[in-house]
């Protein structure tokens, strides 16, 4: 089912790739006009050109999500080129394994800086477009690590931990302005960066209820509903979108 988001600027960051390409796809179809911010230009690019291909309308910028300069920049374009942002979802990240004896400071730091500082820094510079509209949406990505545990995370699911917390205190604190805050934390889904992963795969799939890994597209259709019209009673919560992996209830 599509639905129509009226047209409004969607940014998705990191959309290069993976489940912000699809988040970025499905949001176009329901008729958001996209902006794909990520480091990956190439990969940025060629996910503007399928939304185009397709009759939507996306622009791809260049910018590294954890830099403060390049989010403004980002910022800027995306209102001359399409206007004032209304959703924003923060998917960029990355996802290291190392086990926790071995991981040196400056990588926790990086991993802090994109996964948690970095949806800090890009919500605060587009939140003011939302609250000046008194309409806004804001999707963060999680992760089931954070509900379940992850061996060898310790930096990312920390990382990913901060971010639930952040989602459930801005969802409070702009409960009444008209903008929700919400997350989705994927299970185990199909893309470039858990075929990166020192991860069975195959062996893993075969543990979960559904007996079949997540695809990209069971991401975007939660993100399509929690920008929708519909789910505008929804702020602070979790679509677990995970195969039944995890049925806790955060
Ligand atoms: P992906 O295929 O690696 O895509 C992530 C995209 O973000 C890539 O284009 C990447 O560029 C970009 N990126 C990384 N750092 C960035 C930065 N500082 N600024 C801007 N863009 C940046 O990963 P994915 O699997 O789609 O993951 C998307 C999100 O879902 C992540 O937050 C991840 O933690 C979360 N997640 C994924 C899974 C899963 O099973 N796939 C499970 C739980 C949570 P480069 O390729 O150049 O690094």
């Given at each position: 089912?599509?639905?129509?988001?009226?047209?409004?600027?969607?940014?998705?960051?990191?959309?290069?790739?993976?489940?912000?390409?699809?988040?970025?796809?499905?949001?176009?179809?329901?008729?958001?006009?996209?902006?794909?911010?990520?480091?990956?230009?190439?990969?940025?690019?060629?996910?503007?050109?399928?939304?185009?291909?397709?009759?939507?309308?996306?622009?791809?910028?260049?910018?590294?999500?954890?830099?403060?300069?390049?989010?403004?920049?980002?910022?800027?374009?995306?209102?001359?080129?399409?206007?004032?942002?209304?959703?924003?979802?923060?998917?960029?990240?990355?996802?290291?394994?190392?086990?926790?004896?071995?991981?040196?400071?400056?990588?926790?730091?990086?991993?802090?800086?994109i996964?948690?500082?970095?949806?800090?820094?890009?919500?605060?510079?587009?939140?003011?477009?939302?609250?000046?509209?008194?309409?806004?949406?804001?999707?963060?990505?999680?992760?089931?690590?954070?509900?379940?545990?992850?061996?060898?995370?310790?930096?990312?699911?920390s990382?990913?931990?901060?971010?639930?917390?952040?989602?459930?205190?801005?969802?409070?604190?702009?409960?009444?302005?008209?903008?929700?805050?919400?997350?989705?934390?994927?299970?185990?889904?199909?893309t470039?960066?858990?075929?990166?992963a020192?991860?069975?795969?195959?062996?893993?799939?075969?543990?979960?209820?559904m007996?079949?890994?997540?695809?990209?597209e069971?991401?975007?259709?939660?993100?399509?509903?929690?920008?929708?019209?519909?789910?505008?009673?929804?702020?602070?919560?979790?679509?677990?979108?995970?195969?039944?992996?995890?049925?806790?209830?955060?």
């Amino acid at each position: 089912m599509t639905r129509s988001l009226s047209g409004r600027v969607a940014v998705v960051t990191g959309a290069g790739s993976g489940i912000g390409r699809a988040i970025a796809k499905r949001l176009a179809e329901d008729t958001a006009k996209i902006a794909i911010w990520d480091i990956n230009f190439a990969g940025a690019e060629e996910t503007a050109q399928m939304i185009r291909d397709a009759g939507g309308t996306a622009i791809a910028i260049n910018a590294d999500c954890s830099d403060k300069a390049a989010i403004q920049a980002a910022a800027a374009q995306t209102r001359k080129e399409l206007g004032k942002i209304a959703i924003l979802v923060n998917n960029a990240g990355i996802a290291p394994f190392t086990p926790f004896l071995e991981i040196e400071d400056d990588l926790f730091d990086k991993v802090i800086r994109i996964n948690l500082r970095g949806p800090y820094l890009v919500t605060k510079e587009v939140l003011p477009d939302m609250l000046e509209a008194g309409w806004g949406r804001v999707i963060n990505i999680t992760s089931s690590s954070v509900q379940s545990g992850s061996f060898g995370q310790g930096h990312y699911v920390s990382s990913k931990g901060g971010l639930v917390g952040m989602t459930k205190a801005l969802a409070l604190e702009f409960a009444a302005s008209g903008v929700t805050v919400n997350m989705i934390p994927p299970g185990f889904i199909d893309t470039p960066m858990l075929r990166g992963a020192p991860v069975d795969v195959d062996a893993f799939t075969k543990t979960l209820p559904m007996k079949r890994i997540g695809q990209p597209e069971d991401i975007a259709a939660a993100a399509a509903y929690l920008a929708s019209e519909e789910a505008s009673y929804i702020t602070g919560q979790t679509i677990s979108t995970n195969g039944g992996r995890y049925m806790g209830s955060h």
